[in-house]
Structure formats: C-alpha cells, structure tokens
C-alpha cells in the first residue's frame, strides 16, 4: 500500500512509502485563549500548534493539557481560557477540539484507516514559462525570455513540482539587475492556469485532487493567522502577533486571495530584525491547511474548486538579505 510523499529539495519528488498500521496524528492548528459563546477562540490568545505538535505529531493518540504550563503561556491574565485544536488522521476527516483550561484535549488516531485505493493522476503538463520583467498590466513583458522547456523538464507528468526562480533554474538573466517574475501556464487533466512567482522564491506547481465531498467547500474560512518570527520550521514563534481579523478580513467568503507578508500590512514589526513568516490555517469545507510564507512574499489561498493546493513555503529559497521594508 502506498502514498504520494514530498521530499523538498531542488524539486519535489513523489515516492511510494509503506502506511503505517494506524493513522498518525497530524496537527492543523491550536490556539489557546478567550473563546467566544460559540467556544470559537476569538479574543486574547497565543499560536500553540508548536506544543500541541512536540506532544502529539506523529502519535496514534495522546493527551494534551489545557493549561498555561503546557501550551504558550497566559496570553489572557485572570481570565478563563480554552484551547482550540484541529488534527487529521492521515486521510480522515479534521476534528476540531474545544477544550476548557484545565481539562485535557483527546486526541486519538488508532481507529483511522488510511485510504488504500490511489487515485489515478496523469500529472501536470507546463504549457508556457516566461522570465522578465513585470509589466504594470501585471503580466510578465519584454525584455524575457522562455523557461518553458526548463520548467517542462522538471515538472511534466508530476503531480507536486517546486522550482527556484533564480537565473540558474530558469533561461539565464534576460534584464541584469533588475528584479524579474517568472509567470507559468500549467494543466491539470483539462484545467489550466497562470501563475506568477517573484524571483528568489518558489515556484510550488501542484496537481493534487481534493475528495467528491469536499469539492463544494470552494469558501475561505480562516481559523488563525500568525505574524512572527522564522526559525525555519514554517511555525511563526514568539515575539509573534495574531493577524487573524486582518487576514480574514480580506479573505473569509472568497474563493481565492492574496496577502502580502510585510510588517507595515499586518500588525507591524514584532520581532526588529529577526526574518519572520505569515503562518495562516484555513479551511475549505472539511479540508483545512495550514501554510506558511516567508517574509516579503504573497501568501495566496485558494478555495477555487480547481482540485488544487497550492504551497508556497519553502525555507531557504528566499533572498534572506531583502530588508522588511523592500517593497519589491
């Protein structure tokens, strides 16, 4: 029995790997704070995916205490506080928690059973790539050159393709000392879209299905958005602030949108200095990501019913000597 698994480097490569006997637990999101009459978590809180995940990632089952101690800290001083946590058991449906201080979160996989039939992908096909200048109709124009054959090469037949957009990756330096935009056109079955990734980041091209019954989850919903410091695990760490009214704001209801992950568009600088990343988990119906974007780049959440998930973390790959307030 097997399933797609990504192994981040130069490219993403897809192998087969053996399934466990039962699911392993895999946490989405925790926050731990005020909640709301609906147990919603939506006043004073804190980012607890790291703690929830040191204790229960990769586990059949544990158990979780809801306390200061054992999460992030007191995030709301003499006031009662509740956890929030979503996990996954391999293929299973999410199950979201809601967990009053002091009691314990269950978090249990040993039942799961992962599903055994894969399904038949013919992969993505790269129709154009070009490399140039972004020109102000927010399409990529002269001068440029074609990094078709480049991309085709690392990505046809694919289901998951990640390319750095740098020179050497691509078709040479086709304007010196300019900052340039690789724009790529690609299939999925008989979807195509475009898609434009500022140089010194990633190009992340996925041709993953979503499940039947998740096909009608196509609205944003965001669970928590996290602003803070990058130590290169995709976790925004304290000194961090939550965005999670901005970001929803700009995305809950819509199927596809855009954040820019600059200080001066969210909370501002918690961390002077420090590389730091925007941390978002959304939800689309039953299917929930958590994604991570490093500093400077647009975060992009998509709900478009197009069968895809579109990832664009990848620590490293950034240009890491860019200043917070460069807008490029």
């Known amino acids: 029995m097997g399933v797609l698994a990504r192994c981040l480097g130069a490219a993403v490569l897809v192998a087969a790997v053996v399934q466990p006997a039962f699911a392993q637990v895999q946490i989405k999101h925790a926050r731990w704070g005020v909640a709301d009459a609906r147990g919603r978590v939506t006043g004073p809180s804190c980012n607890a995916r790291q703690q929830a995940m040191q204790a229960c990632e990769g586990k059949e089952s544990c158990e979780l205490p809801a306390t200061n101690t054992t999460l992030c800290g007191d995030p709301a001083r003499g006031r009662v506080k509740t956890l929030e946590l979503s996990y996954a058991c391999g293929g299973e449906p999410l199950v979201t928690l809601n967990v009053a201080e002091f009691a314990s979160a269950s978090l249990n996989c040993a039942r799961a059973r992962r599903d055994d039939v894969a399904k038949a992908r013919d992969g993505m096909r790269v129709q154009s790539a070009v490399w140039g200048l972004l020109g102000p109709s927010g399409r990529v ?36 000392g300019r900052e340039k935009t690789l724009e790529v056109t690609y299939a999925c079955g008989r979807d195509s879209q475009t898609f434009s990734y500022p140089e010194s980041s990633l190009a992340a091209l996925r041709c993953e299905l979503l499940d039947d019954a998740d096909r009608n989850g196509r609205a944003i919903t965001v669970l928590s958005a996290w602003w803070g410091r990058n130590t290169g695990d995709g976790i925004a760490h304290e000194p961090a602030c939550d965005v999670t009214r901005d970001v929803a704001r700009v995305c809950d209801d819509k199927d596809q949108c855009q954040v820019s992950a600059y200080s001066r568009y969210l909370c501002g600088d918690p961390a002077p200095g420090k590389v730091k990343l925007l941390e978002i988990s959304y939800a689309c119906g039953r299917v929930e990501k958590t994604e991570s974007f490093p500093e400077t780049a647009q975060a992009i959440l998509r709900c478009d019913g197009r069968d895809r998930w579109r990832d664009h973390w990848k620590d490293g790959e950034r240009d890491r000597s860019r200043r917070d307030d460069d807008p490029r």
């Not at 690392?154 to 050497?168: F, I, L, M, S, W």
């Open 141 to 176: 124009e002269e001068p440029r050159c074609n990094a078709t054959r480049e991309l085709a090469r690392a990505c046809n037949g694919e289901q998951a393709c990640d390319v750095p957009v740098k020179n050497a990756a691509l078709c040479g330096d086709p304007v010196v």
